[in-house]
């Protein structure tokens, strides 16, 4: 099974609108971490947003902010305000258990577009 | 936050020759560092986790001894393809995991290389 599935393939923004980017996850774990990067076309990876398994609150990096429903294994992006840089594939990512070095899974990713 | 980087970022190479990539941690120390390939549009692909000063461990339908992995020292580690074919090309990414307590940004990427065999 999927450790890591993201089912929008590409989606599109009006600039200044929000848009969500979904993210399911697979894991027997108790403890894990749920990771959000930005891949533009230039290919460097680009970290936006991690939440943990224990985390009680949805994580926030300025306009980031990650909808995790611990009961329903979803950890979506939420975009605000998009902007016309925010064009770019996104990934999802999990790492299973707290120890560091352990590898993350990741979805096949979403292409955004933002149009002006 | 910490810094990766990779060497070459674009190669293009004839079909049998060997390709070296490095992938450097400039303002840490990573005992760790992952190897990944990801073909156009599609997601990354763990090839192998890279420990320093042990062997590598290669995920499951990567041949070792086609992509070589090399990690001598705490901040550098090196990819080999050897005898490189047209199947081989694609965008191979490093990360480097960043020791500490800190469970967020624990891996760090590079900056990736391009690589076209013709």
């Known amino acids: 099974a999927q450790k890591i599935t993201q089912t929008q393939p590409g989606m599109f923004v009006q600039e200044k609108e929000a848009v969500t980017l979904d993210c399911t996850y697979d894991?027997?774990?108790?403890?894990?971490?749920l990771f959000w990067y930005k891949q533009p076309s230039s290919g460097e990876m680009i970290f936006l947003i991690y939440?943990?398994?224990?985390?009680?609150q949805n994580a926030t990096e300025g306009r980031y902010s990650l909808n995790f429903q611990k009961a329903r294994k979803s950890a979506n992006l939420v975009i605000s305000a998009s902007q016309l840089g925010d064009s770019a594939m996104y990934f999802c990512?999990?790492?299973?258990?707290?120890?560091?070095?352990?590898?993350?899974?990741f979805g096949t990713g979403t292409s955004l577009t933002v149009i002006p | 936050g910490a810094v990766v980087s990779q060497h070459p970022s674009w190669v293009i190479c004839k079909s049998g020759t060997s390709v070296k990539i490095e992938c450097r941690s400039l303002d840490f120390q990573a005992t760790t560092m992952f190897w990944y390939r990801q073909f156009p549009k599609q997601s990354l692909m763990l090839m192998a986790t890279?420990?320093?000063?042990?062997?590598?461990?290669?995920e499951q339908g990567v041949e070792k001894d086609k992509f070589l992995i090399n990690h001598a020292s705490l901040t550098l580690s090196t990819l080999t393809v050897t005898s490189a074919h047209p199947e081989d090309s694609s965008f191979y990414i490093c990360?480097?995991?960043?020791?500490?307590?800190?469970?967020?940004?624990?891996?760090?990427f590079g900056p990736g290389t391009r690589l076209l065999v013709l």
């Open positions: 894991t027997s774990d108790q403890s894990y971490g």
């Open positions: 990360s480097a995991r960043v020791p500490g307590t800190s469970r967020r940004e624990t891996q760090y």
């Open positions: 939440q943990g398994s224990y985390d009680e």
């Open positions: 990512a999990m790492r299973e258990g707290l120890q560091t070095g352990n590898q993350f899974y």
């Open positions: 890279s420990n320093e000063g042990s062997k590598a461990t290669y």
